[in-house]
T-cell receptor
Framework: QKEVEQDPGPLSVPEGAIVSLNCTYS??????FMWYRQYSRKGPELLMY??SSGNKEDGRFTAQVDKSSKYISLFIRDSQPSDSATYLC???????????WGAGTKLIIKP | DTGVSQNPRHKITKRGQNVTFRCDPI?????LYWYRQTLGQGPEFLTY????????KSRLLSDRFSAERPKGSFSTLEIQRTEQGDSAMYLC????????????FGEGSRLTVL
């Protein structure tokens, strides 16, 4: 079993919909949680960075961490075709520790 | 502010040949990482530098792979005697500060081994 599990998709939704992307993990020591967006044939780009449990909001994006369930989510409101990309979750146990990555979920927003 | 730059963007080589990739990080960043990514997978950690010191190297990394960061600025990743299984996207990232997960990635160097 992988340390971080992420549904590969693709997830296809109409423009304007609310999107929910999720990762589950097995290591209860993880405290730092990140979401990266990766467009085709490009490097990943950091979207959200959270520490421990709780919610963090940045524009149309909300990151949620539930450490009791070992589950993290990224919500995208008012989704746009330009949000079509692969979304990767990543996490680490402590600062300066290496990241453990999910395999990514491919998201398609239909105009 | 220029981002992380990687060259070449795409390299096609024959099995057994050596290849070298170059990464120029964001100038004020002291940490530099190399990752490998295959289709449908997340990035796989290869190695990490703080300034010119190589602090960590993946245990899964073959000894055919070597990386350098001679003056704490740009870095090179060399793969000797390439194999078809080396075909992948090689990503470089840099960072500064204590937030380990805040990485800035380049656009990657795609390697195709025939």
């Amino acid at each position: 079993q992988k340390e971080v599990e992420q549904d590969p998709g693709p997830l296809s939704v109409p423009e304007g919909a609310i999107v929910s992307l999720n990762c589950t993990y097995s290591n209860s020591a993880f405290q730092y949680f990140m979401w990266y967006r990766q467009y085709s044939r490009k490097g990943p780009e950091l979207l959200m960075y959270t520490y421990s449990s709780g919610n963090k909001e940045d524009g149309r994006f909300t990151a949620q961490v539930d450490k009791s369930s070992k589950y993290i989510s990224l919500f995208i409101r008012d989704s746009q075709p330009s949000d079509s990309a692969t979304y990767l979750c990543a996490m680490s146990a402590r600062s300066n520790y290496q990241l453990i990555w999910g395999a990514g979920t491919k998201l398609i927003i239909k105009p | 502010d220029t981002g992380v730059s990687q060259n070449p963007r795409h390299k096609i080589t024959k099995r057994g040949q050596n290849v070298t990739f170059r990464c120029d990080p964001i100038s004020e960043h002291n940490r530099l990482y190399w990752y490998r990514q295959t289709l449908g997978q997340g990035p796989e950690f290869l190695t990490y530098f703080q300034n010119e010191a190589q602090l960590e190297k993946s245990r899964l990394l073959s000894d055919r792979f070597s990386a350098e960061r001679p003056k704490g600025s740009f870095s090179t990743l060399e793969i000797q005697r390439t194999e078809q299984g080396d075909s992948a996207m090689y990503l470089c990232a840099s960072s500064f500060g204590v937030r380990t997960g805040e990485l800035f990635f380049g656009e990657g160097s795609r390697l195709t081994v025939l």
